[in-house]
């Protein structure tokens, strides 16, 4: 039996558009993807089917519903599947629809997001999913209590090339960090350059990498913290960096369930990540990440003690690749994916 989804979301966001690939490659389903933000369909190589010209913003977000119905009316699909909830007016389109629906709220969906108008329509369409995934515990949980419905857990795995790619065991005296994260408030990169300021005055040596999506002014004045920034860095660079890192920093004020921390985990890096509720469910195993409070004196703390007991991170390598490898692996992700679809009809 073939099935037809159209996957809707963002075309502008890498994620949106990786999992979009997932899901071509999933067997015996032809997917179409209705690109929110531009209100066109595209194929599975993203090329326009139909496409919108934007008027003004209200008339553009008033039509939403129209054009998306059309898509649906077109398409004619078993599945629609929604990647991220608040979609405002585009929910309308639901209406009389008689096929299922599965959504993948991102976790600013659920929880800092979830407020105002976008929360009644977040709501909504929880509410009228057939199958809702999330990337982890936590969202399971947080879901349930919005909703009242449970979820199924996926996360999607990682790019091929994050498991195929050796990691790198030094025994060098420089620790290697890598802060991967936009240069945006909620990531806290500035608390990160602080700590990193503080322990390199101290004589530690560290080779401090900072990769962002846009560049920043802020981020040249700090020439002497950071060794090297990438900006816009590719999957590969992201690969070749990770390699031969020995921790990642991530401390978001909210977060879903970075992938990046994934990708991290896949090449035996140690990740130091916030703590904050969505990964209070997370990594109880001390090998596999250390949690920090968002705090340039705790995070120094934190990354001073495993500087200096950096023998042990490096020795427990080959085991986060194994967890990794267990819980993350991109081709049981997408035989997951293939369950969810054919067992939601």
């Known amino acids: 039996m073939s099935l037809k989804v159209i996957f809707v979301g963002n075309s502008d966001s890498p994620l949106a558009r990786e999992r979009f690939y997932l899901i071509s490659k999933v067997k015996g389903v032809t997917s179409y993807f209705f690109d929110r933000k531009n209100l066109s369909l595209l194929d599975q190589n993203l090329k326009p089917?139909?496409?919108?010209?934007?008027?003004?913003?209200?008339?553009?977000?008033l039509s939403s519903p129209f054009y998306f119905w059309k898509a649906i009316k077109q398409?004619?699909?078993?599945?629609?599947h929604f990647h991220g909830v608040s979609i405002l007016l585009l929910a309308f389109s639901l209406i009389g629809y008689k096929g299922k629906v599965i959504s993948t709220p991102q976790g600013s969906d659920i929880n800092q997001g979830?407020?105002?108008?976008?929360?009644?329509?977040?709501r909504f369409l929880l509410k009228r999913s057939d199958v809702i995934t999330v990337k982890s515990r936590y969202m399971l949980n947080r879901v349930k209590f919005l909703s009242g419905k449970w979820s199924e857990v996926i996360n999607w795995g990682v790019d091929e090339i994050f498991e195929e790619t050796k990691y790198v065991v030094s025994d060098s005296s420089v620790v290697k960090i890598f802060s991967p994260r936009s240069f945006k408030e909620i990531y806290n990169v500035k608390i990160i350059i602080d700590a990193i300021e503080k322990l390199k005055s101290?004589?530690?040596e560290i080779h401090f990498t900072v990769a962002t999506l846009h560049d920043h002014e802020y981020l040249h004045s700090k020439k002497h913290v950071i060794d090297q920034l990438k900006i816009k860095a590719d999957k590969l660079e992201m690969c070749e960096i990770l390699s031969d890192t020995d921790f990642m920093i991530s401390i978001p004020s909210y977060d879903g369930f970075?992938?990046?921390?994934?990708?991290?985990l896949f090449l035996g890096v140690k990740p130091i990540i916030s703590d904050i509720k969505p990964y209070s469910k997370e990594f109880s195993e001390s090998y596999l990440v250390t949690k920090t409070k968002i705090d340039v004196s705790e995070l120094y703390v934190v990354l001073k003690k495993e500087i200096e007991s950096i023998s042990i991170a490096r020795k427990y390598k080959s085991q986060r690749v194994r967890y990794a490898i267990s819980n993350y692996s991109r081709k049981s992700q997408i035989e997951?994916?293939?369950?969810?679809?054919f067992d939601a009809l």
């Open 49 to 61: 089917l139909t496409l919108q010209t934007k008027g003004s913003y209200t008339k553009y977000h």
């Open 75 to 80: 398409i004619r699909p078993n599945i629609i």
């Open 114 to 122: 979830y407020r105002g108008i976008y929360s009644i329509f977040t």
């Open 202 to 204: 101290e004589g530690f």
């Open 258 to 264: 970075s992938t990046t921390l994934i990708e991290a």
């Open 336 to 341: 997951k994916l293939k369950s969810l679809y």
